[in-house]
T-cell receptor, first 113, second 113 residues
Framework: GQNIDQPTEMTATEGAIVQINCTYQTSGFNGLFWYQQHAGEAPTFLSY????GLEEKGRFSSFLSRSKGYSYLLLKELQMKDSASYLCAVSPLVTGGSYIPTFGRGTSLIVHP | DTAVSQTPKYLVTQMGNDKSIKCEQNLGHDTMYWYKQDSKKFLKIMFS???????INETVPNRFSPKSPDKAHLNLHINSLELGDSAVYFCASMRGWDTGELFFGEGSRLTVL
């Protein structure tokens, strides 16, 4: 099975930097994903890491260490609109070649003025 | 054009009833999914389906059944609804594992009274 852990809630100040950590244990590994979900909306894709290292995309960066089963999402120059839930997801390879992204419980980020 | 669309967006019904939620994707993706998001915002996989294979999360009661008339549709049928079935149900699709990106529908909020 899979076990994905991330903090339940974090708070930060507008303009600051915040790092949201995710640790995982999974049988087989085919990538780690981060999604953003605003209240009342569907999740939207932020990033995908399959190899170790840092992937940067604008104000958002995602890091992966496969040997440690660890990832983080780094948000820079925080804006009020970044207040949302951030979901870490991993996907093992299941029988038949299907991939089934499995989500952590999400981290609710609150950005203060 | 909406990439992944679900209907209805809201559904209020009585315990014991049978209901269906429809999902259509116009992205030409091979794999579709159903996720359930409970009141604590935990996004849990229910089904994965492509034109070759249906994978069912073993924890999903057999009152839930996916039906796929063709590659672009994956409907969710629920028999004998229970109070605990109240949640937001998200349909999603994925092109392939090279991108790892799930495209979500807007969600269908089911309330069982």
């Amino acid at each position: 099975g899979q076990n994905i852990d991330q903090p339940t809630e974090m708070t930060a100040t507008e303009g600051a930097i915040v790092q949201i950590n995710c640790t995982y244990q999974t049988s087989g590994f085919n990538g780690l994903f981060w999604y953003q979900q605003h209240a009342g909306e569907a999740p939207t894709f932020l990033s995908y890491n399959v190899l170790d290292g840092l992937e940067e995309k604008g104000r958002f960066s995602s890091f992966l260490s496969r040997s440690k089963g660890y990832s983080y999402l780094l948000l820079k120059e925080l804006q009020m609109k970044d207040s949302a839930s951030y979901l870490c997801a991993v996907s093992p390879l299941v029988t038949g070649g299907s991939y089934i992204p499995t989500f952590g419980r999400g981290t609710s980020l609150i950005v203060h003025p | 054009d909406t990439a992944v669309s679900q209907t209805p967006k809201y559904l209020v019904t009585q315990m014991g009833n049978d209901k269906s939620i429809k999902c259509e994707q116009n992205l030409g993706h091979d794999t579709m999914y159903w996720y359930k998001q409970d009141s604590k915002k935990f996004l849990k996989i229910m089904f994965s389906y492509n034109n070759k294979e249906l994978i069912i999360n073993e924890t999903v009661p057999n009152r839930f059944s996916p039906k796929s008339p063709d590659k672009a549709h994956l409907n969710l049928h629920i028999n004998s609804l229970e109070l605990g079935d109240s949640a937001v149900y998200f349909c999603a699709s994925m092109r392939g594992w090279d991108t790892g990106e799930l495209f979500f529908g807007e969600g269908s909020r089911l309330t069982v009274l």
